[in-house]
């Protein structure tokens, strides 16, 4: 079992930049791909970016791609999500997902465990 807690969302100028964290607590022995999706009320929930275990592979929607880079630091089992040049469309319910995977997943179906998510709001 794996827990995810995200933080670092809250109210931005269009143009600003926020950097999301997703903590993972429980069996993070194991190498877990991790992914960042998205939600706005009403909406479904988003691809935005993962990253493989080792940081070493990552995968961009296109909406974000030069805009938000992911990373992780193993050693504090945390991965990253650094946001800039944020636009009043990225407002949304940001969540971080994990999934013990060789490759890249990038489908919300593909994996198993989900933080609670954290509230990003771009105002323009």
């Known amino acids: 079992q794996v827990q995810l807690v995200e933080s670092g969302g809250g109210l931005v100028q269009a143009g600003g930049s926020l950097r999301l964290s997703c903590a993972a607590s429980?069996?993070?022995?194991?190498?877990?791909?991790v992914g960042w999706f998205r939600q706005r009320p009403g909406k479904e929930r988003k691809f935005v970016a993962a990253?493989?275990?080792?940081?070493?592979?990552?995968y961009y929607h296109d909406s974000v791609k030069g805009r938000f880079t992911i990373s992780r630091d193993n050693a504090k089992n945390t991965v990253y999500l650094q946001m800039s040049s944020l636009e009043p469309e990225d407002t949304a319910g940001y969540y971080c997902?994990?999934?013990?995977?060789?490759?890249?997943?990038?489908?919300?179906?593909?994996?198993?465990?989900w933080g609670q998510g954290t509230q990003v709001t771009v105002s323009s």
């Open positions: 997902a994990a999934e013990l995977a060789l490759f890249v997943p990038v489908l919300e179906y593909q994996y198993t465990y």
């Open positions: 990253i493989n275990w080792s940081g070493d592979d990552t």
């Open positions: 429980g069996r993070t022995d194991s190498n877990y791909a």
